[in-house]
């Protein structure tokens, strides 16, 4: 896979590879593209998430800054702008935004996962914070996030209401057996360690030289 940033501020944004931990194995684990292949699974078979073009949505991995359980999961971050890539900052000025493109193709959303507190969720947690930052996703997939009326806009009622929607699918996910998706998913980022080997990912970092897209996170505890 090739993540590529083009055109304006360029050189202020970082697309790259991000090493994790070093196994006793000489294999290599790829966390973005096992993640990916079960989301692309998850998209050709279920009806709620055939929106999702998946060749248009990057994965990034990001290190934690701490070990402490409580902090950021995951993230999901919309990548098209309007008015010619061109936002407004709230110092006054104008910030451009140059193009994600993902095997050549422009990327809409990037969903970002933050090791190894994601990964030390449990299993159906792990579940849930995918399904959960999926939906975020607008059903029509034009870089937009699903609204509610009201004031949170992001989940409607709340988080609870939100998760309800995709509550049945998470049910028929974890009843299916899928042996090699429990081995990867189903254990703490220690064990993946050693059953795996080295860990690496996709990484996609955005400068704090411009504003950053509009996002929405999910964080510990919450």
Not at 16 to 27: I, K, P, Q, V, W
Not at 70 to 99: I, K, N
Not at 194 to 209: A, I, M, N
Request: hydrophobic share 35%; proline share 4%; glycine share 8%.
């Amino acid at each position: 896979m090739t993540i590529e940033v083009c055109g304006p501020g360029c050189r202020s944004k970082r697309a790259g590879r991000l090493h994790f931990a070093d196994g006793d194995s000489h294999c290599e684990f790829d966390y973005t593209e096992h993640l990916e292949g079960l989301i692309r699974r998850w998209c050709r078979r279920y009806p709620q998430l055939g929106h999702i073009e998946m060749d248009r949505v990057v994965l990034s991995v990001a290190k934690c800054r701490s070990r402490s359980a409580r902090g950021l999961y995951a993230s999901v971050a919309s990548l098209a702008f309007q008015d010619e890539r061109v936002s407004h900052g709230t110092d006054g000025c104008m910030y451009s935004w140059p193009r994600v493109l993902k095997n050549g193709r422009e990327a809409l959303y990037l969903v970002k996962f933050y090791l190894p507190r994601f990964h030390n969720l449990s299993y159906e947690n792990k579940i849930a914070t995918i399904l959960h930052e999926l939906y975020h996703i607008h059903p029509r997939f034009n870089g937009e996030f699903r609204c509610f009326p009201g004031r949170n806009w992001a989940h409607g009622g709340s988080r609870t209401q939100f998760e309800r929607m995709f509550a049945s699918l998470k049910r028929d996910i974890l009843k299916r057996s899928d042996p090699f998706t429990e081995l990867f998913l189903n254990c703490r980022f220690r064990t993946l360690v050693e059953r795996f080997g080295d860990v690496y990912g996709d990484r996609l970092y955005l400068s704090r030289s411009c504003d950053r897209p509009a996002s929405l996170s999910r964080r510990a505890g919450c």
